[in-house]
């Protein structure tokens, strides 16, 4: 079923856990974690930033791809498709192309410019019944190429951009995308504290999901963060049980060509299977399987 992502975080808010955006590369991407939201009872987010919407050949085919699933699966559990780090164009695009929820980034931008074109923006997405995620102070790692550093949001910014009606905020508080660097100090909990206390029970966003501890992701949880986003684990584990299956001579032709293991439903199924147990352990960090019963 694909909603709106507002009300399936004010729940995850209001019930002390957080609902994954798991981003999307491919059919095979969505199609395992569609299965396993559905398997375990859990609302998901799916997430597409520009650069994989433009592998998959644009924001139309995106959106008719994951309704078709939804619908061909019979997915009945809340489905979100979220386009990840939207640019100004970018957000106008998939509210035409049929997403049911943007984030507009406007985090690079001068912040009275980011104000501006996010309040446009929120009103557009409402007026079609989209939920929009807004962002200010940089997220650090790379994503499509743009690198920034680990920054923390100003809780004072953070008040001003939700009062202009998003529905759920994405605020650095150290975390980072991709990789962290072995000296990475840890989440701060903290300033993230100060930016709940400072924006009044919106659901926060956590970008970056991958590689945080635990115990850290539940703190997290506990002082506000309601969605989690998560691209580079699923990523790791795909190639991994890809590799595996190369290395140990599968995808290769035999003599007799009885096996076919380089038919790609055959060469892509590890793969396949890596993501949606790496997606099902998510669900449960978070404490989200059961709640779309
Ligand atoms: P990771 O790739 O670090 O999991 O971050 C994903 C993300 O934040 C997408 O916006």
């Not at 994951?66 to 970018?90: K, N, W």
């Not at 190639?239 to 299956?245: D, L, M, P, S, V």
Request: a negative charge; hydrophobic letters at 40%; charged letters at 25%.
């Amino acid at each position: 079923m694909i909603v709106n992502a507002a009300r399936m975080l004010r729940e995850a808010r209001a019930g002390h856990y957080a609902v994954g955006q798991f981003n999307i590369n491919n059919l095979e991407w969505t199609k395992a974690i569609l299965l396993t939201a559905e398997e375990q009872k859990s609302p998901v987010i799916l997430g597409v930033s520009e650069g994989a919407a433009k592998y998959m050949g644009g924001f139309k085919v995106v959106a008719a791809m994951v309704r078709a699933l939804d619908e061909c699966l019979g997915i009945t559990v809340p489905v979100a498709l979220h386009l990840d780090h939207g640019s100004y164009d970018g957000v106008k695009k998939c509210i035409e192309a049929g997403f049911s929820s943007v984030m507009f980034d406007g985090s690079s931008l001068p912040f009275e410019e980011n104000i501006a074109k996010t309040k446009e923006l929120v009103n557009l997405a409402h007026d079609k019944g989209l939920s929009i995620e807004a962002e200010v102070g940089a997220i650090g790692g790379t994503e499509d190429g743009i690198t920034a550093d680990g920054e923390v949001a100003d809780p004072e910014e953070c008040a001003k951009i939700v009062a202009l009606g998003v529905d759920f905020l994405a605020a650095g508080i150290g975390n980072i995308h991709g990789l962290y660097p072995a000296d990475w100090s840890g989440l701060k909990i903290d300033a993230l504290k100060k930016i709940q206390e400072a924006t009044g029970g919106i659901p926060l966003v956590l970008h970056g999901g991958t590689g945080i501890p635990d115990e850290q992701i539940k703190d997290a949880i506990a002082n506000g963060m309601a969605k989690i986003n998560v691209n580079t684990d699923c990523q790791l584990v795909f190639a991994a049980a890809t590799q595996e299956y190369c290395l140990a001579g599968k995808a290769s032709p035999t003599a007799d060509n009885a096996s076919k293991g380089y038919d790609p439903r055959k060469l892509l199924k590890p793969g396949f299977e890596a993501i949606k147990a790496k997606t099902k352990e998510k669900m449960e960090l978070f404490g989200s399987v059961g709640k779309a019963c």
